[in-house]
């Protein structure tokens, strides 16, 4: 009876004792530094201008092109895609399933909202603007990828990457209707974007700091760099081919880096 | 006593019997399974791997099918064009007219064995059967719809919600939702059951001619239209036109001029119930059919490389046969199934 007992509570020590030991591994240091970060959601703002101003996407404002050309804004959206974020070490986070369909002429869309990010610090960001060859052979998808969004070419399969309307004295109906995308093949419409914050650095701090990357996109840039695009030669574009992949390697490089929301909560 | 107890549990089991008969079956009995594999048929494409086939998702299907409510004005729907006793091509109607009578370009084609298909349209357009009825119910010269609008009609009928609820577990209508389960339904139609099955399959025999136009369709016609499902599911040029600038094809989606004026092999299943025939439907018999193949070849820089060395040389005598043997692929049972039927 009394051996009995002993060995009872040498077992309930030793299971006490062992327990005890996980203890240790709580808080997984994430990044660089001594320091710990909590994940968290980081917003990536979308500005759209036209040169130096605020873009109106309602139509009533009109702005001159590379070309020369007095044109107005009707309808301005664009899918951006299979964002990472660039560590300060240069490794890469690929926030998972992330599509976005920003629509200048929709507030709330304009906020693209990464959940999860693992806390630490970011120097920068990288996307695509369109949509990846995968989605567009794998059937109907959801959210921002739904065909009910009207980014999407029933009668050759495949998104829109980015459209483009609006008016212009130029066009002879008076107006013009970009519409590009191409999944693969030598005039596809998809581009990558960089961008870096240095000197800035994104602490993603989830709870601790708020984490804002304000982002502006100059529909300026559409008309050129590298190529002049001329509404009066062509106001129509609505499949793929050497045009719309001009357009794509022109709006390649309409995104800017402008600020860094990062205050502590 | 006994006897009492016995004539109470008589009573009991007969009107357990009644009152069973009584209640309609919540499932139907199922006879054969909705989707399966016919004997030697290929590889599907796949496309099913995230939709299987069930009972309510092909009811609900089959309900979207028949439903004008996809339409702007609510009067096309996709049987309207789609008609079953033609293997759901449209009968006698070269182009098939949509809202307010607008005319289309190309000829409805018939609906079976789509699983085997990897891409849809006669250029191939759609490249998931998912995706396909977005195109004719957003095209202005069909349906005219949006599929935002549609979404809207579906979520405020009264019968949608608990139709999407009992096949996909919730009732929230979405566009995925949607094309899944027509996808359902138009997958189910499989059409296998042909006197040309039943013969490959042991269980009847081809008469002599039958028999014969079979050794000529192996001879002539095979090289494309691929046993068994009848076609190759390739795109070619059969030699119908010199110039392609009313409808350049497969060119349209591949931007490749080498395929201008190539169009996608249709099956030869109910070949003789779904007339007319070719892109635009513009031959009307399997006669005329044979014709074009044996005098009517245009030869152009696309024209197929099996069609290069210009007509087919068929005896009138050859042709009955072969029309004989193309009426052996018509398969009543798939006509005649009221799993598909709308009412």
Known sequence: ?265 | MKVNLKYKLLLLLSMVVIVHSCVPDVDPPVTQPLFYQPEGFPATSGQLANNPVTYYGFSLGKKLFYDPILSLDSTISCGSCHQQFAAFAHLDHKLSHGINDLEGTRNAPPLFNLAWHSNFFWDGGSNHIEMQPIAPITNPVEMDESVANVIFKLKRSSYYPAMFEKAFGSDSITTQAMTRALAQFMSSLISANSKYDKVKAGTATFTADEQSGYMLFKAKCESCHKEPLMTDLSYRNNGLDLHFAADPGRARITLQPSDSGKFKVPSLRNIAVSYPYMHDGRLNSLSKVIDHYRSGVIQSSTIDPLLSSGNMSITDAEKQQLILFLNTLTDPTFLNDKRFSEK
């Open chain 1, 1 to 265: 009876m009394k051996n009995k007992l002993y060995s009872l509570f040498m077992i309930a020590f030793v299971a006490i004792a062992v327990s005890s030991c996980n203890d240790d591994e709580t808080t997984p240091s994430t990044n660089s530094g001594p320091a710990t970060y909590n994940s968290g959601d980081v917003g990536l703002n979308f500005e759209n201008i036209a040169g130096s101003v605020f873009l109106d996407p309602t139509g009533a404002t009109n702005y001159v092109n590379a070309s020369g050309e007095t044109f107005s804004v009707t309808n301005f959206r664009y899918y951006i895609s299979n964002v990472k974020l660039i560590k300060e070490d240069g490794s890469k986070y690929e926030v998972p399933n992330s599509y976005f369909l920003i629509n200048a002429n929709d507030t709330n869309s304009l906020l693209a909202e990464l959940t999860d990010i693992p806390g630490g610090k970011y120097t920068g960001v990288e996307y695509m603007i369109g949509v990846d060859s995968a989605r567009n052979v794998s059937g109907a998808q959801t959210g921002a990828l739904d065909p009910a969004n009207g980014m999407f070419w029933s009668w050759s399969t495949g998104y829109i990457f980015m459209k483009l309307e609006g008016q212009s004295s130029a066009s002879s109906n008076n107006s013009f209707v970009y519409h590009i995308g191409g999944y693969s093949g030598v005039n596809r419409g998809q581009r990558t974007v960089s961008l870096d914050f240095t000197p800035s650095v994104l602490i993603v701090d989830g709870g601790k700091r708020e984490a804002e990357i304000h982002i502006t996109t100059d529909v300026l840039e559409i008309f050129k760099n590298p190529s002049n695009i001329s509404i009066a030669t062509q106001s129509t574009i609505m499949s793929v081919g050497a045009a719309s992949s001009n357009i794509a390697t022109n709006y390649a490089d309409m995104f800017s880096f402008d600020h860094i929301h990062n205050d502590p909560l």
